[in-house]
């Protein structure tokens, strides 16, 4: 009962705070700057060569987004990204970057709200920070990727030599893969709840709304699949070539809105349990 209240009163509070509306904000910001940002992984990637990793890096965002949602956004991402464009500090390259940080920007406006902050800190170096996370989370894209790479020689490898072992693991193969990729979205949202509001917040005051977040997250991913594959036709009928952004961007709403509803459970239970052991 007192689980259901919490939930209850989480979601009385992303009414309050304008979840709705900041979760359009976010999957827009979102859908707006991946473009930008792969633009700027693969200049990145190009300055220090290393293509593949960017190929497989890309492969690794849409990993755990339903094939019906990643399919015609990753297909548009491989026609732009082919396409010939100078270094890494071109014009073009800045603003990708600066582009990329307007996602970065939207949630930590969704986190702020959600957690009854505000940030006193000058906008421009908002702004910087952003524009350093978008850094770092390129290098660490990368960085994982190298290890994917890696990954199939490592394979062959230890086929050639250890046969019998391999065709032991090669169940394990996919669940490990999809396990890295949860494994680094888990990292993604946990970072953006502890280094991108106002103020700090301990790993316990933020596990609730993480576990939530990653348990609703890919339960939605597996159900939204599920129904694009038996009822995709729906959105093409009614939005006709339209229909893969929309699908797109009511994939990322959704997100967005379970991602803001984590934070305001946060909040309510840091409020809420001081206040419930002050009563007792």
């Given at each position: 009962m007192r689980l259901i209240r919490l939930l209850f009163d989480a979601y009385l509070k992303l009414n309050r705070d304008d979840g709705w509306a900041i979760a359009?904000?976010?999957?827009?910001?979102?859908?707006?700057?991946?473009?930008?940002?792969l633009i700027f992984l693969t200049a990145l990637a190009a300055f220090l060569g290393l293509r593949a990793e960017a190929d497989a890096a890309t492969a690794?965002?849409?990993?755990t987004w339903p094939p019906n949602v990643a399919g015609p956004?990753?297909?548009?991402?491989?026609?732009?990204?082919?396409?010939?464009r100078g270094g890494l500090l071109t014009v073009g390259a800045v603003l990708a970057i600066y582009f990329s940080s307007s996602g970065v920007e939207a949630l930590r406006i969704a986190l702020n709200r959600a957690y009854d902050v505000r940030d006193e800190r000058p906008w421009w170096?908002?702004?910087?920070?952003?524009?350093?996370?978008?850094f770092l989370g390129a290098a660490s894209l990368l960085a994982i990727a190298f290890l994917m790479v890696l990954a199939p020689?490592?394979?062959?490898i230890a086929e050639k030599h250890a046969p019998g072992l391999m065709h032991?693991?090669?169940p394990l193969y996919a669940p490990v893969r999809y396990g890295v990729t949860?494994?680094?979205?888990g990292l993604a949202v946990l970072a953006a709840h502890k280094l991108l509001p106002a103020g700090r917040r301990s790993l316990l005051k933020v596990?609730?709304?993480l576990l939530l977040t990653l348990i609703l997250s890919l339960a939605f991913g597996a159900g939204f699949g599920a129904y694009l594959a038996a009822f995709a036709s729906n959105y093409v009928s009614t939005y006709a070539g339209l229909a893969s952004i929309m699908i797109a961007i009511v994939f990322l709403y959704t997100l967005a809105l379970i991602f803001i509803y984590g934070a305001e459970l946060n909040q309510t239970v840091a409020v809420g349990f001081p206040h419930k052991r002050g009563e007792g």
């Open positions: 359009s904000h976010i999957a827009l910001s979102i859908l707006t700057s991946l473009f930008p940002f690794l965002i849409f990993e956004i990753a297909g548009e991402i491989h026609n732009v990204l082919t396409q010939p170096l908002l702004r910087l920070e952003s524009i350093l996370y978008v020689l490592a394979r062959a032991e693991l090669e949860s494994a680094v979205v596990a609730p709304g």
